[in-house]
Nanobody, 125 residues
């Protein structure tokens, strides 16, 4: 099991930027792919981005492609989500998650076994 703690959320105007961080502890962080998801009020949790254990492969939802960048620093047991050109529709609670298994990069919530508590991102128009 791995423990995850997100930080970096807040209130920003449309067009602005935020950088989310997710610090991991417990399990060997560098063995597992990591993902970011978000959930807006009244909506289901949705995939945002994922990154392989090495950082060599990244995947994005179409809605954030070209604006968000996922990265990781295995020496610091931390994964990041750089969010640029933010839009009001990006408003949600953002969660980081760790894959249940090694050797793959998943994009569905069911494939992730450990979740952080979430951090609120609010984009004003």
């Amino acid at each position: 099991q791995v423990q995850l703690v997100e930080s970096g959320g807040g209130l920003v105007q449309a067009g602005g930027s935020l950088r989310l961080s997710c610090a991991a502890s417990g399990r060997t962080f560098s063995n597992y792919a990591m993902g970011w998801f978000r959930q807006a009020p009244g909506k289901e949790r949705e995939f945002v981005a994922a990154i392989s254990w090495s950082g060599g492969n990244t995947y994005y939802a179409d809605s954030v492609k070209g604006r968000f960048t996922i990265s990781r620093d295995n020496a610091k047991n931390t994964v990041y989500l750089q969010m640029n050109s933010l839009k009001p529709e990006d408003t949600a609670v953002y969660y980081c998650a760790a894959d249940r298994f090694t050797g793959r990069v998943a994009t569905t919530p069911e494939d992730f076994g450990s979740w952080g508590q979430g951090t609120q991102v609010t984009v004003s128009s």
